[in-house]
């Protein structure tokens, strides 16, 4: 679960920007576009949105460029100290997407870039029914992350890192959980919502899912 990867990304925070412009060249396809998914999310979100692994505060960024009210939750320390230290009159507040403190008030959005991958499957389905209960009735979810078309989409390309010698990024893929389109559009429609998926690059898609009027 998120919670697990806690020393990772404190030790990631100090990096984490370097990472995303493309200085890690095991990571550099995974962050392909990075600016342009990030503006994608920005531009597909409304209302008051609840950010999940906030992280450096990237994505919060242009939310508050976008005139967006945002309730930032992350489980990191060293990524929320990161994310103040830029945005200091933003709430950030540590939690994850399973357990975390109820903002004020009922979410229009509720968006992620690069951390839903963190849960298992199961976790995942527990997290989407829990936000189709906190949504305001026209809410939304709006993510991007890693994803697959399928399992041999996956393999695909876990053996193409381990052709390049990328061992990180191929632990990375076999370890954390990845999952595949069928799955989560499975979980997304079971929980009252429609569900689009687009590809932005060769690993991350955005997933633009809106409840289901009367659901």
């Known amino acids: 679960m998120a919670r697990n990867f806690n020393d990772l990304f404190d030790a990631w925070s100090e990096t984490y920007d370097q990472t995303v412009v493309g200085t890690d060249i095991e990571y550099k396809e995974v962050f392909a576009y990075y600016e342009q998914i990030l503006d994608e999310v920005a531009k597909k979100s409304k209302g008051y949105i609840v950010e999940f692994g906030v992280g450096t505060g990237n994505l919060t960024e242009k939310f508050l460029k976008n005139g967006f009210d945002v309730y930032g939750v992350e489980p990191s320390e060293g990524m929320r ?22 903002p004020e008030k009922k979410p229009d959005t509720i968006t992620s870039t690069y951390a839903f991958h963190h ?75 429609q569900v689009t998926f687009k590809q932005m690059n060769a690993f991350v898609w955005l997933i633009n899912a809106e409840k289901r009027r009367g659901d």
């Not at 100290?81 to 399973?98: C, H, Q, Y």
């Open 119 to 193: 849960l298992t499957d199961e976790e995942k389905a527990k997290a989407i029914a829990h936000f189709s209960d906190i949504l305001n009735e026209s809410g939304k979810i709006v993510f991007a992350d890693t994803i697959f078309i399928d399992d041999a989409a996956k393999q695909a390309i876990i053996k193409e890192a381990l052709q390049n010698n990328y061992q990180r990024l191929a632990v990375d893929l076999q370890t954390e959980y990845y999952t595949t389109i069928p799955v989560l559009k499975k979980i997304f429609e079971e929980n009252g919502f």
């Open 81 to 102: 100290s990161r994310a103040k230290e830029k945005l200091p009159n933003v709430p950030i507040v540590e939690g994850d997407f399973l357990e975390f403190p109820m």
